[in-house]
């Protein structure tokens, strides 16, 4: 079971109280009116799936109720930090490879 700090409530609770919400710090498509269906669909069903550290949004469901960011191994489930929507990671994420999709 991971524990998660929620940088709001400023508490670490079991992730049963939490749900995950995908890959974090998605650029969004600046001219949506000009893109493909290709690009379409790329933007909205492909993300990343590094071995290593990978940025996560999660909601707190059953606490203050608000999304906030993680950084997160995926190779060991360890969490590394928190962080409020709108920050930047303190830790780099892995290198995309091409091939993780």
Not at 76 to 98: A, H, K, N, V
């Amino acid at each position: 079971m991971l524990l998660i700090h929620c940088p709001y409530c400023k508490e670490c609770r079991e992730e049963e109280e939490f749900s995950y919400g995908g890959e974090s710090h998605i650029q969004r498509p600046s001219d949506p009116d000009s893109l493909s269906d290709e690009a379409w669909g790329d933007y909205l069903f492909f993300r990343k799936n590094p071995c290593g550290i990978h940025h996560e949004t999660w909601y707190h469901v059953a606490g203050c109720r608000r999304y906030f960011n993680v950084s997160r191994n995926t190779l060991s489930q360890e969490i590394l930090e928190t962080y409020r929507i709108g920050d930047q990671p303190q830790m780099p994420s892995q290198p995309d490879d091409g091939g993780s999709r």
